[in-house]
Structures are given as structure tokens and as C-alpha cells.
């Protein structure tokens, strides 16, 4: 049973394009993260929310705790965008992770 | 910017062995994660460690596994008798804060462990 859904599993797009990565989870959380996995593996933090909105530069992510949805928009892609996107959420002090968005943005 | 740091990058050792996987988390953190991604599959959480002991662990953790806090910089991932399923990316995180807190993660670079 998976905690935490994501999807689309795989995403290609054009150079400027707008971008939408989803994530549902079915547990009750106090937080949900968004992760960037660069493609030699190493984790970056991006957003860390459990309300609402926040904004960092291209990137946006938006949080429905009574749908228990949340969405990671890129703005304006680029090439150096491409990477692995994970959704993870801290529910009773335990993690669970999606199984990531493998974005690749073609110039 | 200070950063999680964690050594060796790439582990190889053979089946049954032990393995120590080191992690410097930033130094004003008080809450320290352990995590791996077996190649192809998904992040797993294994152990969360405050305060000088484990405040949560995974079914994943059982007893090969063990965690240490030796000294007041490294956090160690400790694997008795490896098997050939461990070989996975481990990964260290450290917040500030954890738990019911919200506080971002900060991560380290991972160490590649191969088990042969």
C-alpha cells in the first residue's frame, strides 16, 4: 500500500513550458515536503508546507489538506529543471515518500 | 552554507560483513534521519534519532541495524552482517526541528553501499 501517490510517473516538456506534478496521500500529516533528486542523486529540499501556498522563484506548491492533494508547478521551464521530483509527508513522525516524477525538459 | 556531509561516498564490502556508513549533520540540528533508495525504487524512511535515541523507526529497521551518535558531530548508520539486499543509496538528513514540528530536511550526498 502506497502512502503517497504521484503522478504523471514520467514528464517530458518543451523548454518553457508550464509544469504540473501531482502527489495525493491517504494518511493524516503534519507536513508535506517536495524534493528534487538530481540525476547524480543527491536530495534537495524545495518546499516544506502544510498550508496553502508558497513561492520560490519559478517554483510553486500548493497544499488541499481536506483533499489531501498537493501540487508542484514549474514555471517557465529549463533544462536544468530536469530531475527527479518527490513528494514525502511526515504523518506521526514517520516519512513515507512518493516514488518521484522523473522530469526531463528538452531546449 | 553549512551542509549535511557524509562519508565514504561509495561502500563496497562483501556479504556478511559489517559496514559503518558516517554522517555530519548541520551543527545546530537536534533531530537526525537515516534513509535509503534501493536502485529504480522509492526513498524509505529506517530511523529518526533525537536527544541521544531513536524516536522512530521503520519495520525496515530491525536488529542488523543500529544507530550511534558518538560524539557531538557524527551520526552513524551501523549494518551488521550485510546481505546482498542492502545494497541500496543511504542517505543522512537533519533538521532542526522534527516530529510534529515542521522543519525543513536538509540532506547529504548519499553513500553508494554495494554489497557483493
Known amino acids: 500500500k502506497n502512502e503517497v501517490e504521484q503522478s504523471p510517473q514520467n514528464l517530458t516538456a518543451q523548454e518553457g513550458e508550464f509544469i504540473t506534478i501531482n502527489c495525493s496521500y491517504s494518511?493524516?500529516?503534519?507536513?508535506l515536503h517536495w524534493l528534487q533528486q538530481h540525476p547524480g542523486g543527491g536530495i534537495v529540499s524545495l518546499f516544506m508546507?502544510?498550508?496553502g501556498k508558497k513561492k520560490h522563484g519559478r517554483l510553486i506548491a500548493t497544499i488541499n489538506i481536506q483533499e489531501k492533494h498537493s501540487s508542484l508547478h514549474i514555471t517557465a521551464s529549463h533544462p536544468r529543471d530536469s530531475a527527479v521530483y518527490i513528494c514525502?509527508?511526515?504523518?506521526?513522525?514517520?516519512?513515507?515518500f512518493g516514488t518521484g516524477t522523473s522530469l526531463t525538459v528538452i531546449p | 552554507e553549512p551542509e549535511v556531509t557524509q562519508t565514504p561516498s561509495h561502500q563496497v564490502t562483501q556479504m556478511g560483513q559489517e559496514v559503518i556508513l558516517r554522517c555530519v549533520p548541520i551543527?545546530?540540528?537536534?533531530?537526525f534521519y537515516w534513509y535509503r533508495q534501493i536502485l529504480g525504487q522509492k526513498v524509505e524512511f529506517l530511523v529518526s534519532?533525537?536527544?541521544?535515541?531513536?524516536?522512530?523507526k521503520s519495520e525496515i529497521f530491525d536488529d542488523q541495524f543500529s544507530v550511534e551518535r558518538p560524539d557531538g558531530s557524527n551520526f552513524t548508520l551501523k549494518i551488521r552482517s550485510t546481505k546482498l539486499e542492502d545494497s541500496a543509496m543511504y542517505f543522512c538528513?537533519?533538521?532542526?526541528?522534527?516530529?510534529?514540528?515542521?522543519?525543513?530536511?536538509?540532506f547529504g550526498n548519499g553513500t553508494r553501499l554495494t554489497v557483493t
Open positions: 494518511v493524516g500529516i503534519s507536513a
Open positions: 514525502a509527508v511526515l504523518s506521526l513522525s514517520q516519512f513515507y
Open positions: 551543527s545546530n540540528h537536534l533531530y
Open positions: 508546507l502544510s498550508s
Open positions: 538528513a537533519s533538521s532542526v526541528q522534527g516530529g510534529t514540528y515542521n522543519s525543513p530536511l536538509h
Open positions: 534519532f533525537y536527544n541521544n535515541e531513536i524516536s522512530e
